[in-house]
Protein backbone atom coordinates (compact mmCIF):
# COMPACT_ATOMS: atom_id res chain seq x y z
CA UNK A 1 0.00 0.00 0.00
CA UNK A 2 2.84 2.65 0.79
CA UNK A 3 4.69 1.68 -2.44
CA UNK A 4 1.15 2.24 -4.80
CA UNK A 5 0.89 5.32 -2.32
CA UNK A 6 4.74 6.76 -3.11
CA UNK A 7 4.14 5.94 -6.89
CA UNK A 8 0.79 7.87 -7.33
CA UNK A 9 2.65 11.06 -5.39
CA UNK A 10 5.27 10.25 -7.83
CA UNK A 11 3.00 11.00 -10.62
CA UNK A 12 1.16 13.62 -9.31
CA UNK A 13 4.00 15.42 -8.26
CA UNK A 14 5.17 14.86 -12.80
CA UNK A 15 2.06 15.54 -13.81
CA UNK A 16 1.94 18.94 -11.71
CA UNK A 17 5.24 19.70 -12.87
CA UNK A 18 4.74 19.19 -16.78
CA UNK A 19 1.45 21.35 -16.77
CA UNK A 20 3.23 24.24 -14.29
CA UNK A 21 6.43 23.58 -16.69
CA UNK A 22 4.37 24.14 -20.09
CA UNK A 23 2.21 26.87 -18.74
CA UNK A 24 5.18 28.93 -17.56
CA UNK A 25 7.16 27.78 -21.03
CA UNK A 26 4.00 29.29 -23.40
CA UNK A 27 3.86 32.58 -21.27
CA UNK A 28 7.49 33.61 -21.96
CA UNK A 29 7.12 32.31 -25.92
CA UNK A 30 4.58 35.24 -25.17
CA UNK A 31 6.69 37.58 -23.81
CA UNK A 32 9.21 36.58 -26.18
CA UNK A 33 7.06 36.97 -29.66
CA UNK A 34 5.49 40.36 -28.08
CA UNK A 35 9.26 41.71 -27.92
CA UNK A 36 10.69 40.53 -31.07
CA UNK A 37 7.57 42.53 -32.89
CA UNK A 38 8.32 45.26 -30.88
CA UNK A 39 12.11 45.43 -31.42
CA UNK A 40 11.66 44.31 -35.33
CA UNK A 41 13.33 48.27 -36.17
CA UNK A 42 16.74 46.81 -35.32
CA UNK A 43 18.63 44.36 -37.17
CA UNK A 44 21.30 41.88 -35.77
CA UNK A 45 23.19 40.19 -38.27
CA UNK A 46 26.38 38.26 -37.76
CA UNK A 47 28.30 39.60 -40.61
CA UNK A 48 31.69 41.28 -39.06
CA UNK A 49 32.18 44.45 -40.89
CA UNK A 50 29.18 46.95 -41.99
CA UNK A 51 28.90 48.54 -44.96
CA UNK A 52 26.97 51.77 -43.73
CA UNK A 53 28.39 54.92 -44.18
CA UNK A 54 27.89 57.65 -42.04
CA UNK A 55 28.93 55.55 -38.85
CA UNK A 56 29.41 58.32 -35.84
CA UNK A 57 30.98 55.49 -33.58
CA UNK A 58 30.55 51.62 -32.56
CA UNK A 59 29.20 50.44 -28.75
CA UNK A 60 30.04 46.53 -27.88
CA UNK A 61 26.02 45.74 -26.39
CA UNK A 62 25.44 42.77 -25.18
CA UNK A 63 22.42 40.69 -23.47
CA UNK A 64 22.46 37.83 -21.26
CA UNK A 65 20.28 35.52 -19.39
CA UNK A 66 20.22 32.29 -17.12
CA UNK A 67 18.08 29.83 -17.23
CA UNK A 68 17.07 27.02 -14.89
CA UNK A 69 16.25 23.53 -16.30
CA UNK A 70 13.35 22.09 -14.21
CA UNK A 71 12.80 18.44 -13.34
CA UNK A 72 10.32 17.41 -15.53
CA UNK A 73 12.58 18.62 -18.68
CA UNK A 74 15.28 16.66 -16.51
CA UNK A 75 13.67 13.92 -16.44
CA UNK A 76 12.49 13.43 -19.89
CA UNK A 77 16.36 13.99 -21.17
CA UNK A 78 17.31 11.50 -18.63
CA UNK A 79 14.69 9.01 -19.98
CA UNK A 80 15.82 10.36 -23.84
CA UNK A 81 19.79 8.97 -22.69
CA UNK A 82 18.65 5.42 -22.17
CA UNK A 83 17.33 4.92 -25.99
CA UNK A 84 18.98 8.12 -27.83
CA UNK A 85 17.97 10.50 -29.96
CA UNK A 86 17.81 14.60 -29.88
CA UNK A 87 16.74 15.64 -26.18
CA UNK A 88 13.95 18.05 -27.31
CA UNK A 89 13.26 18.84 -23.69
CA UNK A 90 16.67 21.04 -23.47
CA UNK A 91 15.98 22.52 -27.05
CA UNK A 92 13.43 24.49 -26.29
CA UNK A 93 15.25 25.62 -22.78
CA UNK A 94 18.28 26.78 -25.35
CA UNK A 95 15.97 28.53 -27.98
CA UNK A 96 14.03 30.52 -25.18
CA UNK A 97 17.17 31.55 -23.95
CA UNK A 98 19.33 32.61 -27.09
CA UNK A 99 16.17 34.42 -28.33
CA UNK A 100 15.80 36.52 -24.55
CA UNK A 101 19.68 36.86 -25.17
CA UNK A 102 19.32 38.58 -28.41
CA UNK A 103 16.15 40.89 -27.09
CA UNK A 104 18.27 42.00 -23.88
CA UNK A 105 21.09 42.78 -26.66
CA UNK A 106 18.34 44.69 -28.99
CA UNK A 107 17.27 46.37 -25.69
CA UNK A 108 20.46 47.75 -25.06
CA UNK A 109 21.19 48.77 -28.81
CA UNK A 110 17.66 50.78 -29.03
CA UNK A 111 18.80 52.63 -25.64
CA UNK A 112 22.04 53.73 -27.65
CA UNK A 113 19.41 54.87 -30.29
CA UNK A 114 20.99 52.41 -32.52
CA UNK A 115 19.35 50.06 -35.49
CA UNK A 116 21.90 47.65 -36.53
CA UNK A 117 24.22 45.48 -34.65
CA UNK A 118 26.99 43.43 -36.42
CA UNK A 119 29.49 41.08 -35.58
CA UNK A 120 26.11 38.69 -33.34
CA UNK A 121 28.39 36.18 -31.29
CA UNK A 122 27.31 33.90 -28.26
CA UNK A 123 28.42 32.26 -25.61
CA UNK A 124 27.19 29.23 -23.92
CA UNK A 125 27.68 28.25 -20.36
CA UNK A 126 26.99 25.82 -17.23
CA UNK A 127 27.31 27.81 -14.14
CA UNK A 128 25.70 25.72 -11.62
CA UNK A 129 25.97 21.94 -11.54
CA UNK A 130 22.71 20.22 -9.68
CA UNK A 131 22.67 16.49 -8.59
CA UNK A 132 25.30 14.23 -9.71
CA UNK A 133 26.86 17.05 -12.09
CA UNK A 134 24.27 17.84 -13.97
CA UNK A 135 23.43 21.09 -15.39
CA UNK A 136 21.16 22.90 -13.22
CA UNK A 137 20.96 26.90 -14.91
CA UNK A 138 22.69 27.72 -17.81
CA UNK A 139 23.83 30.97 -18.86
CA UNK A 140 23.51 32.28 -22.72
CA UNK A 141 25.65 35.59 -23.71
CA UNK A 142 24.50 37.39 -26.85
CA UNK A 143 27.28 40.12 -27.19
CA UNK A 144 28.08 42.38 -30.63
CA UNK A 145 28.63 45.58 -32.01
CA UNK A 146 26.10 48.56 -32.24
CA UNK A 147 26.43 51.30 -34.85
CA UNK A 148 25.40 54.23 -34.12
CA UNK A 149 24.85 56.74 -36.78
CA UNK A 150 24.87 60.61 -37.11
Same mark, same amino acid.
Given at each position: ?14 ? $? ?20 ? #? ?30 ? @? ?10 ? $? ?22 ? #????? #? ?20 ? @? ?12 ? $????
Amino acid at each position: MEVLFTLASFLLLMI $LGYLFGSFAERRHYQSIWTREA #QYRHIVVVNQRFPREKNVRGTQLVMGSVVISV @DYFKRFLATLRT $LVGGPLNSYESLLDRARREAILRL #QAEAE #QLHSTRVYNLRFETSSISLGQN @DRIGSIEVLAYGTA $LIQE
